[in-house]
Nanobody, 127 residues
Framework: QVQLVESGGGLVQAGGSLRLSCAASGRTLSSYTMGWFRQAPGKERAFVVTISRSGGRIYYADSVKGRFTISRDNAKNTVYLQMNSLKPEDTAVYYC????????????????????WGQGTQVTVSS
């Protein structure tokens, strides 16, 4: 079992920045592909970014490319999402997720691929 806890959300003006953290316990994250998803009110949970277990492969949704940066520190069992140039349309609950991938350095793009989820952290961007 992996427990994931997100933090760092909040209210920010458009153009501002936030840094989300996802701290894991229970197991080391070094065997997990990690991802961030977000869910706006009335919408389905949407893919934001994924990072392979080594950190060597990353893929961003087009909507955040160039503005968001994912990183991971396997020694600290933590994944980060640096969000810059925030827009009102980035407003959502942000979730981190872990996908058990002990072999290979792969990426995971869909909700159904992930085994564990955090409780989410609210990000609100005002215009």
């Amino acid at each position: 079992q992996v427990q994931l806890v997100e933090s760092g959300g909040g209210l920010v003006q458009a153009g501002g920045s936030l840094r989300l953290s996802c701290a894991a316990s229970g197991r080391t994250l070094s065997s997990y592909t990690m991802g961030w998803f977000r869910q706006a009110p009335g919408k389905e949970r949407a893919f934001v970014v994924t990072i392979s277990r080594s950190g060597g492969r990353i893929y961003y949704a087009d909507s955040v490319k160039g503005r968001f940066t994912i990183s991971r520190d396997n020694a600290k069992n933590t994944v980060y999402l640096q969000m810059n140039s925030l827009k009102p349309e980035d407003t959502a609950v942000y979730y981190c997720a872990a996908d058990w991938r002990p072999l290979g350095d792969v990426l995971s793009y869909t909700v159904g691929e992930y085994d564990y989820w955090g409780q989410g952290t609210q990000v609100t961007v005002s215009s």
